[in-house]
């Protein structure tokens, strides 16, 4: 059973068609990344997924209950709009005030310090960890991920995916995510979507960077970028940690 | 105690200002001060409409109020500025209501009224329209409190939160409308937008909180009407144009503090 179900999407934006006939479906546990250049339509599958966005044909399938947790790529706080850290982490309905949720999702992400602080003040990496607790504080079983590591250094956004590993194995919810950090991301994923207006080509990480139709759209950057994500991708196993582990995890629970 | 003008005319003031606070904070923090403005300024196409028509100004007024806010929202995104086309509309609706009064032939029309509210002339029913709207207002505002500020807050936030954000933007048309409404008495078309923006960006400098923000509002706002009336009383000024005069004034207090404070802490 799949938690959420695209189904011969087809998107547009006035006269244009920026989605043609995707599928794609996740099922519980699994991280599934999706790449591809700009104006790929990537964050508009996203938007249609969460139901911002309407299809022009095909159909969206959630699973009954379906909880979302959304990080957006990035959220912009007016300036007159007073925000504590804590105010926002209740804004997500059911979450109450004084159940102490709110402090253990902060602690968890390593930012508890923060709760009384404005949303306005923080720095990217600390409103990074914000906007994922507070996606995690309703316990979701789908993440979804639009580039959320946008304006982080190298260090902060290897640190974040290492996160979203982290809760995938910890509460085992699925993750659906958008990267154009192909090295970083292809380590931690379970299946790439290599998207163009269309699904190029899918599969796990070490299918995709292979294909022909991936290498035709990433061109010469493909080369190293796909050496450095070897050479990630050695290391982590090398270490006995990361995906392996979690998919081990993952199959034990099935 | 209701047969004194002056309690009328503050009672009416601050239910008023009551409604206006946290509607003013949305206003603000989703940057709607011209949505605002020509909401009030269709407002005078509506009295012209129910004077013809011989309905009552109330209904009149959330009307067009309500037509021109959907009007706006349709338009919107069709190749002109969200600016262009709130100037268009907003001086358009006002200019045709002016045209429209001075057509009713027989009606005696005090237009000042209108333009710049007539507060002491408050009667007890005016009065219970007034507070029965702004009761509404503040019922509606606080019923969808958490979806509207998620919804101001980030679209997207909100659709996997399972709030329609289009929606919770019907409600605040709603209670613009009728808050325009029962604002025309008090302040009068042209300084509607006035209470709804002054009062909360007053308190946006002393709050943490959205929450704060929208109860400060609502104390600057009842402040600015009490003063006001106050002063209009003994200088013999405008009623209307004193409080917007006063919350003006606190606005400027707050800025001037709150800007030296933080200065001072940048520096140390």
Redesign the interface.
């Given at each position: 059973m799949s938690l959420i179900d695209l189904q011969h999407l087809t998107l547009r934006y006035g006269g244009n068609t920026v989605l043609r006939d995707v599928n794609l479906s996740v099922t519980p546990g699994e991280i599934v990344t999706i790449v591809g250049p700009n104006g790929s339509g990537k964050t508009s599958l996203l938007r249609a997924a969460i139901g911002a966005l309407t299809p022009a044909s095909g159909r969206v399938v959630r699973a009954p209950g379906l909880t979302i947790g959304y990080v957006p790529q990035k959220l912009h706080v007016d300036p007159t709009l007073p925000l504590t850290v804590d105010r926002f982490m209740r804004l997500a309905p059911g979450v109450r005030r004084g159940t102490g949720a709110v402090r253990a999702a902060l602690a968890s992400a390593g930012v508890a310090a923060l709760e009384r602080r404005q949303m306005a003040d923080l720095s990217g990496g600390q409103f990074q960890r914000v906007l994922l607790a507070r996606a995690l504080i309703r316990k979701p079983d789908l993440l979804l991920l639009d580039e959320a590591t946008q304006g982080l250094d190298q260090a902060g956004s290897a640190a974040f995916y290492q996160r979203i590993e982290q809760v995938r194995h910890e509460t085992g919810c699925a993750v659906l995510m958008i990267s154009h950090e192909l090295h970083v991301v292809m380590s931690t994923s379970d299946r790439v979507i290599c998207l163009n207006g269309h699904v190029c080509c899918e599969g796990t990480p070490e299918v995709v960077a292979s294909a022909p139709e991936y290498r035709a759209l990433f061109g010469t950057g493909t080369g190293g970028a796909l050496a450095l994500y070897r050479h990630d991708h050695d290391h982590k196993h090398d270490d006995g940690c990361g995906h392996g582990a979690a998919a081990h995890a993952r199959e034990a629970a099935e | 105690m209701l047969d004194d003008f002056m309690v009328r005319a503050t009672l009416a003031g601050v239910g008023v200002a009551c409604a206006a606070a946290p509607l003013g904070c949305f206003v603000?923090?989703r940057?709607m001060a011209y949505f605002g403005d020509a909401t009030a300024h269709a407002a005078m196409l509506g009295v012209a409409l129910s004077l013809a028509l011989q309905t009552s100004v109330f209904v009149g007024t959330v009307a067009v109020a309500l037509a021109m806010a959907v009007t706006v929202t349709v338009l919107s995104g069709r190749g002109y500025g969200m600016d262009t086309l709130l100037g268009v509309l907003a001086h358009s609706a006002l200019a045709a209501g002016l045209v429209a009064v001075s057509f009713l032939s027989g009606v005696r029309l005090d237009l000042m009224a209108y333009l710049f509210g007539d507060l002491l002339a408050v009667g007890r029913l005016d009065l219970a329209v007034i507070w029965g709207g702004a009761a509404l207002v503040v019922v509606l505002l606080a019923w969808r409190w958490?979806?509207l500020?998620?919804s101001?807050?980030?679209?997207?936030?909100a659709?996997?939160?399972?709030?329609d954000p289009r929606r919770e933007e019907m409600f605040l048309t709603v209670a613009l409308a009728i808050t325009v409404a029962v604002a025309i008495k008090v302040v009068g078309v042209l300084l509607i937008a006035a209470m709804l923006i002054v009062p909360a960006?007053a308190a946006?400098g002393l709050?943490?909180?959205?929450e704060?923000?929208a109860i400060l509002a609502g104390a600057i706002g009842s402040f600015s009407t009490v003063a006001g009336l106050r002063a209009a009383y003994v200088f013999d000024t405008p009623a209307g144009p004193s409080i917007v005069c006063v919350a003006a004034a606190c606005f400027l207090a707050v800025t001037l503090a709150t800007g030296v404070g933080r200065r001072g802490a940048r520096r140390g």
């Amino acid at each position: 059973m799949s938690l959420i179900d695209l189904q011969h999407l087809t998107l547009r934006y006035g006269g244009n068609t920026v989605l043609r006939d995707v599928n794609l479906s996740v099922t519980p546990g699994e991280i599934v990344t999706i790449v591809g250049p700009n104006g790929s339509g990537k964050t508009s599958l996203l938007r249609a997924a969460i139901g911002a966005l309407t299809p022009a044909s095909g159909r969206v399938v959630r699973a009954p209950g379906l909880t979302i947790g959304y990080v957006p790529q990035k959220l912009h706080v007016d300036p007159t709009l007073p925000l504590t850290v804590d105010r926002f982490m209740r804004l997500a309905p059911g979450v109450r005030r004084g159940t102490g949720a709110v402090r253990a999702a902060l602690a968890s992400a390593g930012v508890a310090a923060l709760e009384r602080r404005q949303m306005a003040d923080l720095s990217g990496g600390q409103f990074q960890r914000v906007l994922l607790a507070r996606a995690l504080i309703r316990k979701p079983d789908l993440l979804l991920l639009d580039e959320a590591t946008q304006g982080l250094d190298q260090a902060g956004s290897a640190a974040f995916y290492q996160r979203i590993e982290q809760v995938r194995h910890e509460t085992g919810c699925a993750v659906l995510m958008i990267s154009h950090e192909l090295h970083v991301v292809m380590s931690t994923s379970d299946r790439v979507i290599c998207l163009n207006g269309h699904v190029c080509c899918e599969g796990t990480p070490e299918v995709v960077a292979s294909a022909p139709e991936y290498r035709a759209l990433f061109g010469t950057g493909t080369g190293g970028a796909l050496a450095l994500y070897r050479h990630d991708h050695d290391h982590k196993h090398d270490d006995g940690c990361g995906h392996g582990a979690a998919a081990h995890a993952r199959e034990a629970a099935e | 105690m209701l047969d004194d003008f002056m309690v009328r005319a503050t009672l009416a003031g601050v239910g008023v200002a009551c409604a206006a606070a946290p509607l003013g904070c949305f206003v603000v923090w989703r940057r709607m001060a011209y949505f605002g403005d020509a909401t009030a300024h269709a407002a005078m196409l509506g009295v012209a409409l129910s004077l013809a028509l011989q309905t009552s100004v109330f209904v009149g007024t959330v009307a067009v109020a309500l037509a021109m806010a959907v009007t706006v929202t349709v338009l919107s995104g069709r190749g002109y500025g969200m600016d262009t086309l709130l100037g268009v509309l907003a001086h358009s609706a006002l200019a045709a209501g002016l045209v429209a009064v001075s057509f009713l032939s027989g009606v005696r029309l005090d237009l000042m009224a209108y333009l710049f509210g007539d507060l002491l002339a408050v009667g007890r029913l005016d009065l219970a329209v007034i507070w029965g709207g702004a009761a509404l207002v503040v019922v509606l505002l606080a019923w969808r409190w958490s979806a509207l500020l998620l919804s101001t807050l980030n679209e997207e936030l909100a659709r996997a939160s399972d709030i329609d954000p289009r929606r919770e933007e019907m409600f605040l048309t709603v209670a613009l409308a009728i808050t325009v409404a029962v604002a025309i008495k008090v302040v009068g078309v042209l300084l509607i937008a006035a209470m709804l923006i002054v009062p909360a960006a007053a308190a946006r400098g002393l709050s943490r909180t959205p929450e704060v923000m929208a109860i400060l509002a609502g104390a600057i706002g009842s402040f600015s009407t009490v003063a006001g009336l106050r002063a209009a009383y003994v200088f013999d000024t405008p009623a209307g144009p004193s409080i917007v005069c006063v919350a003006a004034a606190c606005f400027l207090a707050v800025t001037l503090a709150t800007g030296v404070g933080r200065r001072g802490a940048r520096r140390g």
